[in-house]
């Protein structure tokens, strides 16, 4: 079946590192992938989402470039802040499967950037 | 804004006990979504609605039941609390197939 796979556990930086938390999936097609984002005390929300070959998405200085060749969407920042620490969530949403009206989703990575 | 209400927001029971979670969304969504997370497994999926009267079977369903009475309420049922449904529980909506899924703010429950 589909799945998602990302950096498991947690990720400590200091703050204007660069970030890069990796997710492959396994999906036929061109499923739409997904970056979520959870802070303390919330629910997940999106960052952003891409749905076709080479698409990139981006919001809040992170980004991601769907790559089906190596079947990827990598999540970088370019200089991670303190207020970035948080779990972040790859996942994807299935175009050719009679139900596709869940998403897959990683284990979820956690980042904590120290100042 | 899309909004998703979950009631209680803790909760305590005892082993054996029976319990109902709440959620709500005002975003006329079709699909509703019900999760647990805990360490070290992330996001599962327990049970999901795509319209009210309609349910499916998630990834981690046994010890639970859920309804789903209106578009726009769907509850979760714990009919005899086990401590291994100690967990941080999730609701969660979106349109259709591939749009945002909008997660409400979580119910901890704790069964002693």
């Known amino acids: 079946g589909d799945s998602v796979t990302q950096t498991e556990g947690q990720v400590a930086l200091s703050e204007e590192d660069f970030l890069t938390i990796h997710c492959n999936y396994s999906a036929s097609g061109y499923p739409t992938l997904f970056w979520y984002v959870q802070y303390p005390g919330e629910g997940p929300q999106l960052l952003f989402r891409a749905s076709r070959d080479k698409e990139k998405g981006s919001s809040r200085g992170f980004e991601a470039t769907y790559d089906k060749g190596t079947t990827s969407f990598h999540l970088r920042k370019a200089s991670v802040q303190e207020s970035d620490s948080a779990v972040y969530y790859c996942a994807l949403s299935a175009l050719n499967v009679g139900d596709n009206s869940k998403l897959i989703w990683g284990l979820g990575t956690s980042l904590v950037v120290n100042p | 804004e899309a909004a998703v209400t979950q009631s209680p927001r803790n909760k305590v029971t005892v082993t054996g006990g029976n319990v109902t979670l709440s959620c709500r969304q005002t975003n006329s969504h079709n699909y509703m979504y019900w999760y647990r997370q805990d360490t070290g497994h992330g996001l599962r999926l327990i049970h999901y609605?795509?319209?009210?009267?309609?349910?499916q079977i998630g990834d981690v369903p046994d010890g639970y039941k859920a309804t789903r009475t209106t578009q726009e309420d769907f509850f979760l049922l714990l009919e005899l609390a086990s401590p291994s449904q100690t967990s941080l529980y999730f609701c969660?909506?979106?349109?259709?197939?591939?749009?945002?899924?909008?997660f409400g703010k979580g119910t901890r429950l704790t069964v002693v």
């Open positions: 969660a909506s979106r349109r259709d197939r591939n749009t945002e899924v909008f």
């Open positions: 609605s795509y319209g009210a009267g309609n349910l």
